[in-house]
């Protein structure tokens, strides 16, 4: 059987936003005292789990609310310069039609997520858009979901690209399909045990409830 819901996270997963977000950082790092990030580093962070990250760029986490508030108005202004994930707009149609609720959590600002599927012309598949508008919030958010639209766990997929997202999803209680195109490693993503790791964005359509 499909999945009654599937809910998407934005950042990594339909859009490429890696090397603008990596702009956008740098060009606020100065405001913070923060140094900058290299093109080259970006590998290596993959591997990094939020907190890791964090640690490692010495960002504490209560400046965190400012620079996402800024980063996410930044790059609204540069959504147009987004590209879509090769492949993800040839399946969602598909992947629409076989769910009841198909929608995208993201810790990004829903005009953002907005103006993105209405530049790809894929704003009607998707039943809503949801944001956390922070970095840590996605579980409490999925359990909402779940009731809002009357669903049991079981029923429920999110697909993300980062090991937050896997651990959200498994605080919530769902199935969790990790992407390997988006920030986090493959390697990464494996180790935090999610219940799929998707390579390719076809194979979401290969996938039934378990």
């Not at 740098?26 to 962070?45: C, F, I, K, M, W």
Request: charged share 25%.
């Amino acid at each position: 059987m499909y999945y009654r819901a599937i809910i998407f996270d934005f950042d990594g997963t339909l859009a490429d936003t890696l090397e603008q977000t990596r702009c956008i950082y740098n060009q606020l790092a100065p405001d913070y005292g923060l140094r900058h990030v290299e093109s080259h580093e970006l590998e290596t962070l993959r591997d990094f789990s939020l907190s890791d990250l964090l640690k490692h760029l010495d960002i504490s986490k209560f400046r965190v609310p400012s620079l996402l508030s800024r980063g996410t108005a930044l790059l609204r202004e540069r959504i147009a310069e987004i590209p879509i994930i090769p492949g993800i707009a040839a399946m969602i149609p598909t992947l629409s039609s076989r769910t009841e609720t198909f929608g995208i959590l993201t810790s990004n600002a829903t005009e953002n997520v907005n103006l993105f599927l209405d530049t790809h012309g894929l704003r009607e598949y998707f039943t809503f858009v949801s944001s956390t508008s922070k970095l840590t919030g996605k579980a409490k958010h999925l359990r909402a979901i779940r009731k809002t639209f009357s669903l049991q766990a079981g029923e429920m997929l999110y697909v993300g690209d980062e090991i937050r997202d896997v651990k959200a999803s498994q605080k919530a209680g769902i199935a969790v399909a990790a992407v390997t195109w988006g920030f986090n490693s493959r390697d990464s993503l494996l180790a935090s045990d999610p219940t799929y790791v998707i390579d390719d964005p076809q194979h979401l359509l290969e996938l039934r409830r378990k």
